[in-house]
């Protein structure tokens, strides 16, 4: 089984399934972790779409 509730970000990209349980019972950690990476992030998941995950970026 993938694991695509990771917040890795290799090149600005990331496959994340923001609707897993897993993600969603730790949505505030795993965006943060996300800010601290890479604030716009570019996510395969549910056909791509991009991810702003502050204000300022």
Not at 6 to 11: G, H, I, L, R, T
Not at 30 to 55: H, I, K, M, S
């Amino acid at each position: 089984m993938r694991d695509n509730t990771s917040v890795e970000s290799v090149n600005g990209i990331v496959d994340i399934d923001h609707q897993h349980p897993d993600f969603v019972a730790n949505r505030h950690g795993r965006y943060e972790e996300l800010r601290a990476q890479c604030p716009v992030v570019y996510n395969t998941a549910y056909g791509g779409f991009w991810l702003v995950t502050d204000y300022e970026s």
